[in-house]
C-alpha cells in the first residue's frame, strides 16, 4: 500500500507531492515503540502525553512518515528526515487509515452498544445469540475480548481504532463474520470509531457518570448519540433503543434507519409479559410484532430483563429465527463481576457486582431486595481522579436502600482515599443508615462478613470483574472475589 492509498481519506492527493504519494508503506501505529521501518507513525495530544514528542523515536525507529494535528517539534523540522503531514483530527486521521490497512474488515457486520449500565450484560447476550446461530463472532468490552472464541485481556472497553481493526481482521481472518463491542462515550468523542459502519447500534440508558471527561449531561449524551448518526459513514442499519429512558427517546435516527424501541412502557415494540423472577433467574414472554419469544434466563434482576430486551431486538435487527434467539439467551448464564455470587459454606449471600455509578448502585441494592433477604449490607467506595459530583449521590443511593453500609475504597488513584469518603459521606448522612467506615478495601470486606447474619445478602460494588486496585503511583492485584472467597474459607476453618 502507498502513503496516498492509506490517507485517502484525511489528505487530498493534491496536497501530497507524488513521490510522497507513491510511498510504500508496510504499516501503521500510533506507540513510537511499536515503529518498524517503513511504517507511518501518527501523533496526537493526548490527556497525559504529547504523541508528538515521540516522534523524534518513531523516526530513529525507522518510520517513513509522521501524520499529526501540529507542526513538527524543533528538532525534527530541522532534520527534515521524513515527511510530517498535518492533518485536522489525529485520531479520525488513524481510524480511516487503520480502516484502509485492512480491508477485508470490512466484511464483517458490527454491532455497537453504548450506554451508562448495562454495556457489558448486553452485549455477552447479543453474542451469545449471535454464537447460538452458528456465527463465528467477536466481542469487545470492559472485562475482555474474545476473538473466534479465544479470549484475549481487556486494554481499555473500547480500544484505539488501530487496535480495533487489527482484532477485527484477525477475527475475519478466522472466519468470523459478526463482531460485538461496547462503544463508551470517550471513544465517541474521540473518533476512536470514526468511520467504522455499523450493521445495528443499542441505547441501553443515560444516567450520571463520566461528567470529569465529558463535564455535563447534555455534552455526555451528544457522545452517545454520534453512534446512531454515523461518523464519517451512514448511519447504523438498525437501532435498538430503550423507550423507557428518556435520553433514547431523544434520540434522532437517519430515515435509513429502522428502529427497534424495546422496554417495558406500552409504547415499546419489544416488551416484557408474564414475569417471574428468583435468585435463580427470570422467565417471561417477550412480545413483538412478529409474535412473542419464550425467556428463560439465569440473569437476575429488573435490569436484566430489558438487557434481554435489547439482545432480542438485536437477534430480531439480525433476521434470526424465534428458537435461535431463546436459546442465545438461555446459554448466556453469568457475566463475571455483575451480581457474581461468591460461594462457601456461609448462610448468606455475597454478590460481587460492578455498579460504581449511583443508578447502577442503586439498581444492584433493588435487585437484591427483591429477593427478599433478612437485610442488605452494601460496601461500596468510589473511584478517585473522576466525577466528584457522583459521590454524594452512591452515598445516598446505598444509604437509603441498605440496612448496613460499609464505606470504603475503590480506585483512589491520586487522591487521598479519605477526602474521597468524606464526598460520600455527604450523601450516606442523609439517612440514618448504621455505617462502617474502612479505607483499606480487604479490611472493609472483611468488617461487611463478619457483621452478615443469616439470610442476609452482603453486596461488594464497584470493582466486579477488575483484579487490580488502583493507588496512587501504583497498582496491586486486588480481586474482590478472591479476597471474599478467602475470608469465606477462613470462617469455616
Known sequence: MTL???LKGSISLGELPADVAGMAVSGLDFDSRRIAPGQVFFAWRGAKADGNQFAVEAIARGACAVVSEDLPPAEVASARS??????DHGRQALALAARAFCPRTQALQLTG???TNGKTTTSYLVDSVLRRAGFTTGLVGTIEYHVAGEVRPAINTTPESLELYRLFDDLVARGGSKAVMEVSSHALAQGRVYGMPFHSAIFTNLTQDH????GDMESYFRAKHQLFRGQGVPAPDHAIINYDDSHGRMIELAPRTRAWWYGRSLGAAIRPENIEQSFGG???DVRHDGGTLKITSA????FNILNILAACGAGLAYGLEPGVIEQGITDCRAIPGRFERVESTQPFLVIVDYAHSPDALRNVIQVARSLNPKRVVTLFGCG???DRTKRPLMGEAAAELSDYVVLTSDNPRSEDPLAIINDALVGLRRFDTPHHIEPDRELAIRHALVRAEAGDIVILA?????????LAGRTVHFDDREVARHILEGFGA
Not at 82 to 87: D, S
Not at 299 to 302: H, N, P
Not at 462 to 470: A, I, L, M, R, T
Open 384 to 386: 478517585g481522579d473522576r
Open 282 to 284: 427470570l422467565n417471561f
Open 113 to 115: 452498544i453504548t450506554g
Open 82 to 87: 521524513v515527511p510530517w503531514l498535518q492533518i
Open 4 to 6: 496516498g492509498e492509506l
Open 211 to 214: 461528567l470529569d471527561f465529558h
Open 462 to 470: 464497584g470493582k466486579g470483574h477488575e483484579n487490580y486496585q488502583v
Open 299 to 302: 440473569l437476575t434482576g429488573d
